[in-house]
């Protein structure tokens, strides 16, 4: 695609400017990232634009650059000239023979191959901690966010050949077990009626626990005993049932991470890592010197000047410490070259302090440790009310999408597996298209849109291509032929085509959906265009199958983008 282009002009200018022995030399990587595609201009030709502000402070001659290009015979290039962009600053264009663009575009087979059926090597190991949701408390709209980013986050590292590993780290561990235990036997639920609904009726009893101690203090004196036993591994009935806990929770989560399409390889479990397992991690710290007792805790200094608990004066540890344990244990493992964990904004002094500790142990991979942070969702609710559990969001989405296909007098009825891809399908891309720092309001109308941009537009547009593949009655071309492809509206999307690859390493660079997201609505607002004009039917047979070789590469970037933000593409709706 563009990167064939972008490659033949890197080198191309790499070696004008190495020819100049007296300034420093750059690398092609270098040079590579200051092309930018610009646009198909009027004269049918295309525009790529050098950043040359880099290559002033580095002392080269735009002129000198300009001057050097040899374009006598030249089939390809058809000038080069200095142009001031709207920042009123200096670049040089680069014009590209457009026939030569367009067949660069639509006719790289292998290119549009891997893009369904991505060949991806082995590469740098890297695991992405996301979603970790805790038992006996809400799945809420936080988790959701972080399920939803940590998956694209997972399918992008995919794309770009890294060898991958999706993990979940439940939360099913510390003194609210004690509690939740209470919280049960007051309200006598059975194992029965917790494998029908786990994650809320754990959650009803963890509230009711929380609350008979706020009155009663003995209450809480037995939740810190019933946990000391589950630390210390004694084979009591509370640890019995613990685990039953997380037996049934985990099949619960698994069935919601099946509807959202997403597969864990590994679920970890906070509980793998207890006070009879960290303690040779804490007397490695104490033999390092970096721990202290305050009033029976043993403490660690932090490089900013605060302290952290690891061990409380009663033998019990902390989320904090069996993070530490957790991040060794994955390390050796999995031999992964970077951790990234998808926790909100809240969370970073916790990620600084974990990073500050295996430092001071002086594991040099800390510093591959990244906290990829999010902002929060406002205003998420459904008609269950304001304690949101995920499965809810996601039954509310089905629920709003139907009642919009009941009131639509021009939309059919829709399968029950499709109405809940369309609306989970919203409820992603409504996510994904927000800036991932930003705080935003989750507004049910706006995320459900049909005719907005939203993730009901992809769906349309991937079903309305697919459709046309099949009832054009057209086969698809063995070689494109550009002069059959001149419209203005064929030369805009052949333009957002190509832009696909600057677009995912954008995404990548900055770890932001909402760039792919951006592009995708252009795409299809492109495509619409194109489709209104460009016929298939009617029209003779090499302008139809050119036509439709346009078609099925913008059907074939839509769907990757689809399938790298965590949809599941529709070919019917």
């Not at 996601?394 to 809940?420: F, G, N, V, W, Y």
Request: hydrophobic fraction near 40%.
């Amino acid at each position: 695609m563009v990167a064939n282009i972008k490659n033949f002009l890197g080198n191309k200018i790499l070696e004008l400017v190495k020819s100049n022995e007296h300034l420093p030399n750059l690398d092609f990587k270098f040079i590579f990232s200051l092309l930018k595609l610009g646009r198909i201009t009027t004269e049918k030709e295309v525009n790529f634009h050098l950043n040359v502000q880099p290559l002033i402070k580095a002392k080269y001659s735009l002129n000198s650059i300009i001057s050097k290009f040899n374009l006598k015979n030249d089939t390809i290039i058809n000038s080069v000239c200095e142009e001031v962009n709207q920042e009123k600053k200096s670049i040089i264009t680069i014009k590209i023979n457009c026939d030569y663009f367009i067949n660069e575009v639509l006719q790289n087979n292998d290119y549009f191959e891997n893009l369904l059926n991505p060949k991806l090597s082995n590469g740098d190991k890297i695991i992405v901690d996301f979603s970790s949701p805790n038992i006996a408390k809400p799945f809420h709209v936080g988790h959701l966010r972080s399920t939803i980013i940590g998956n694209f986050i997972s399918n992008l590292y995919s794309f770009f050949s890294y060898d991958t590993t999706r993990l979940t780290y439940i939360g099913d561990w510390g003194t609210q077990f004690g509690l939740l235990n209470i919280g049960l036997n007051k309200l006598n639920l059975s194992d029965d009626d917790l494998k029908q609904n786990p994650i809320e009726l754990l959650y009803k009893a963890y509230v009711e626990g929380n609350r008979l101690s706020q009155s009663d203090s003995s209450i809480a004196d037995e939740a810190r005993r019933v946990f000391q036993c589950l630390e210390t591994g004694e084979q009591t009935y509370e640890l019995q049932r613990w685990k039953r806990f997380k037996e049934f929770t985990a099949k619960e989560l698994a069935r919601t991470y099946d509807r959202l399409g997403i597969k864990f390889d590994v679920y970890n479990w906070e509980s793998m890592y207890t006070a009879k397992n960290i303690l040779p991690l804490i007397k490695q710290m104490q033999d390092r010197g970096l721990l202290s007792n305050e009033d029976g805790k043993l403490v660690v200094k932090l490089d900013s000047g605060r302290s952290a608990t690891l061990l409380k004066s009663d033998g019990a540890t902390l989320y904090l410490t069996r993070d530490i344990a957790a991040a060794l244990d994955r390390y050796k493992s999995y031999n992964c070259k970077h951790m990234l964990y998808v926790v909100d904004n809240s969370q970073t002094e916790h990620f600084i302090a974990l990073k500050d500790i295996l430092s001071a142990m002086e594991f040099n991979w800390a510093k591959n440790i990244q906290h990829i942070k999010f902002g929060r969702v406002k205003g998420m609710s459904t008609r269950k009310g304001q304690v949101v559990f995920m499965k809810d969001i996601l039954d509310e989405a089905k629920e709003r999408m139907h009642q919009k296909q009941i009131e639509s007098p021009t939309t059919k009825l829709m399968s029950d597996d499709i109405t809940d891809i369309l609306g989970i399908s919203a409820v992603v891309v409504n996510d994904l298209k927000q800036k991932r720092l930003k705080d935003y309001e989750f507004n049910w109308d706006i995320a459900l849109q049909i005719d907005g941009d939203t993730g009901i537009k992809l769906q349309y547009t991937h079903c309305r291509l697919t459709s046309l593949e099949k009832n054009c009655g057209v086969s698809l071309p063995n070689h494109c032929d550009p002069k059959l492809l001149q419209e203005p509206e064929a030369l805009l999307l052949i333009q957002e085509i190509a832009r696909f690859d600057d677009i995912l390493l954008n995404s990548f660079n900055n770890l932001e959906a909402c760039t792919l997201v951006k592009y995708l609505f252009q795409l299809c607002n492109a495509t619409s265009r194109a489709l209104k004009v460009l016929k298939i039917k009617h029209e003779t047979r090499d302008i139809g199958a050119q036509r439709l070789l346009l078609f099925n590469r913008s059907k074939i970037v839509l769907y990757r983008g689809m399938k790298i933000l965590g949809l599941q593409p529709l070919e019917e709706m």
